[in-house]
């Protein structure tokens, strides 16, 4: 059998912790429930989850602050679950590398689809980043190492990424899909991929964080460039090593 995967609430309304707990629960996930940021630090200290589902309006911290943190510790999914439905949030909420934005009221089988498309996907980088099988994609002067999520070498001028730039999940997910397809047009159901989120604009948001990162000016892009009505293309060769 294989290892049940662990998931963190953090939300400070009780039922909607009963309510997601019991839901994940009945489709074989352990779960753990905290009414504040603070519990959830604590339990982190002691074990990771797999995926943290996270409220934005917690009564000890800044939502937004939490969710920036969980995104910057590896191998951890971050889903939003949060009452705040307006653009500026869910693009705000992307931008720190959330993997996904919940709005509530939900509905407990959307949210069961989501993280089940969430854990596909990161199952699908881990086998992609199985130190057995894996190379290093080079391209435009960059070097791209998909074991460790690190971009090296590069362009000089004013990109500030430069020399050791760490790549969130999201952003790995999105350029491995582009460095597999040089020069070759992707649209934006193909960069979607399992993603059962009607929010289109996630995919434009994560592009404009892999620009800043390997595009000596993102305002002007030349190495994964926009076309319009379509999709996105990766302008440069690829050699795999």
């Known amino acids: 059998m294989s290892e049940r995967r662990l998931i963190y609430i953090i939300d400070d309304e009780r039922d909607?912790?009963?309510?997601?707990s019991r839901e994940l629960g009945a489709y074989g996930f352990d779960v753990e429930t905290f009414l504040t940021g603070a519990q959830l630090k604590k339990a982190l200290s002691v074990r990771s989850p797999d995926l943290c589902i996270v409220d934005l309006g917690?009564?000890?911290?800044d939502g937004i602050e939490l969710v920036k943190s969980l995104c910057e510790q590896a191998n951890m999914g971050v889903v939003i679950l949060s009452g705040r439905?307006?653009?500026?949030?869910?693009?705000?909420?992307?931008?720190?590398?959330?993997?996904?934005?919940i709005v509530k009221p939900f509905i407990p089988r959307e949210l069961i689809a989501r993280v089940n498309s969430l854990f596909r996907r990161l199952k699908k980088n881990a086998h992609e980043n199985d130190t057995s099988v894996i190379k290093i994609a080079q391209f435009a002067g960059w070097r791209y190492d998909p074991s460790t999520l690190t971009l090296s070498?590069?362009?000089?001028?004013?990109?500030?990424?430069g020399e050791g730039a760490e790549f969130s999940s999201a952003e790995h997910e999105l350029l491995m899909l582009l460095l597999h397809s040089p020069r070759k047009i992707l649209s934006r159901d193909q960069l979607l991929g399992e993603r059962v989120s009607p929010?289109?604009?996630?995919i434009d948001v994560r592009m404009s964080r892999v620009r800043k990162k390997i595009e000596s000016n993102p305002k002007h892009p030349t190495l994964i460039k926009t076309v319009y009505g379509v999709g996105y293309i990766l302008t440069a060769d690829v050699e795999w090593i």
Not at 58 to 61: A, E, I, K, N, S
Not at 199 to 202: A, G, K, L
């Open 16 to 20: 909607i912790c009963d309510i997601v």
């Open 58 to 61: 917690l009564p000890d911290m």
């Open 85 to 101: 439905d307006s653009i500026t949030d869910r693009v705000l909420g992307l931008e720190l590398g959330a993997d996904d934005y």
């Open 153 to 161: 070498g590069g362009l000089s001028g004013d990109n500030d990424a």
């Open 199 to 202: 929010f289109d604009r996630s």
